[in-house]
């Protein structure tokens, strides 16, 4: 144990060669040798630390997004963050940052959440509605009640994954770092070898020992493997912060390497690729046993017990009807995953659901009536009252702005798109026809169990796959898929649990955005593993050439390191958006003008706080404030692509 211990205290690093190198310099007589070997050490280790520390100040500014402070909005008393309990009320004035995680009970704003979402268009908060810590509050006073502790807030757990993520080691890491475990201690030996040359020749070998112990003193130089070292670790932490600032959580360099390699993505459709807010489109009575009042009661306190998006929207019907439901009056309540609810009310059983449902509660009257007749693409409902089918309503739900784009962008880099809903087929057929075709299968009607066969169909016929979910109902197709992406602030639990990367916005373009990072990342490791080598082979192969140059050698070393840390660094910088911005195309003039909105209220804040009354960012000396977002000059409307698609409909299995 004390061996063991003493022998990790010892490791050779790069600290150690150096000093080995130095010393061997001096000792040979080469002192502006040594002095240049010291030279270069020296401004390449303060170099590589200005790098570093430029790297981590990226982290360190996504991280410290939340106030330390916050106004309790009853007495007007200034607290601390993490001393504000569940449930508290505080106040937010235009210009602040948001403190904690709450729902807006008082007050109305905008506010902009690119911070954590990675999108400026600023969101309009009411009563009720969910804001989150570390977003900006734009131009109105809310009053937040609190929902969670500082420390379980939605920044500080986007803290832990990013962290964790950056702890894990990738395959490529765990690959590099055992090579490296061996190549140190076999060249130091090869070096001790080549140091004692000399003495094994005897008079003969003795005439040049100068050259040989510089030729072993390159080689020691040379079993410093730090640039290959570095080579994975810091691209993956900087890919990693890149999605971060983009919105995206990425689970670990495992995953972030999974993303370069995929093939086929798979999307679920409600609240994935569509909005998943529904509208109740027909709701209707089936027979005389049951009055539209009483069903709508009984039907409104069950789904008001589910998260379900359109458990939400027949609430919502019902209340339009002055009905208001009552979830503490139903029991035994019940979710079946792919087919609906079911709970009891009044005595009474009541299932709500697909066709599927009908089996469950026995009855087999299937019908959806002639009222939902012509209704294509909405989602057929039926309800069964103690196993009689008295009533069928439909909704419908649109794609999301960005989804098409999403899946064409997907197409032209070379991957395959593919829907997996639980809804029916009408409904699939429907997406598919607002998304223009797009997709390239569609698959309907399935149970959670289906979706699982159907990621692994895929993973085998068609390579890496990517499945974007956001239910329960999703969760173990995300776990199964070689990266599950989640649904972050509008997904459910579950899935962001089970999820290897979850999006912090509904914005699906941010998916072949990570993909195209994950190919970024596999690259600059490619080219970093490719430089570290071939610096190491071309000093080696000078030494075995007879021309050991020690400068040489020191140069190739801590160059190699400070080209790998600068290379990975490329990846805090979004080329397509530069370009985009310098082409001026594409750009949406509300968005811009909420990021304008948001850089001058940052600057306004700043100049309070500082007491100063310096100019405000983006203002023109000698002129008033303009807006600080220059990338819409001009607006060009993609070209529309003509796409076909093959719609596969894969019935359920039965039950063997």
Known sequence: MVLRALAAGLALDINALMLVAVAGAAALGDYAEAGAIVFLFTTAEWLETLACTKASAGMSSLMSMVPPTVVLAQTGEVVGVRDVGVGAVVAVRAGEVVPVDGVVVDGQSEVDESSLTGESFPVPKQPQAEVWAGTMNLDGYIAVRTTALADNSTVARMQRLVEAAQNSRSKTQRLVDSCAKYYTPAVVAVAAGVALVPLLLGPRGAQDPKRWF??????????????????????????????????????????????????????????????????VHGFHVVGDKVGMSQLLYWVSSIESKSSHPMATALVEYAQSKSIQPEPTSVTDFRIYPGEGISGA???????????????????????????????????????????????????????????????????????RSVMLTGDSKAAASRAQRQLGGALEEVHSELLPADKVALVGDLKARAGPTLMVGDGMNDAPALATADVGVAMGLSGSAAAMETSHATLMSSDLLRVPAAVRLGRRARATVAANVIASVGAKAAVLALAAAWRPALWVAVLADVGTCLLVVLHSMLLLWDPAGAGWRRRGGGGDPEACRATARSLAMRSQLAEASNGAAGTAQGRRPGGGTKAGCHCCRETSEPSEQDHTAVVVDIPAPSAE
Do not use: W
Request: glycine letters at 12%.
């Open 214 to 279: 510089q030729l072993a003193l390159v080689l020691l130089v040379s079993a410093c493997p730090c640039a290959l070292v570095l080579s994975t670790p810091v691209a993956t932490f900087c890919a990693l912060l890149r999605a971060a600032r983009m919105g995206v959580l990425i689970k670990g360099g495992d995953v972030l390497e999974s993303l370069g390699e995929i093939r086929v993505a798979a999307f679920d459709k409600t609240g994935t690729i569509t909005k998943g807010e529904f509208s």
């Open 345 to 415: 009310i009044n005595g009474r059983q009541i299932f709500i659901g697909n066709t599927r449902i009908m089996a469950r509660s026995s009855c087999y009257a299937a019908g959806a009536g002639p009222e939902m007749e012509g209704q294509q693409g909405a989602s057929i409902g039926h309800v069964i009252v103690d196993g009689d089918h008295v009533a069928a309503f439909s909704l419908s739900d649109d794609c999301r702005t960005g989804a098409a784009e999403a899946i064409r962008e997907l197409r032209s880099m070379g991957i």
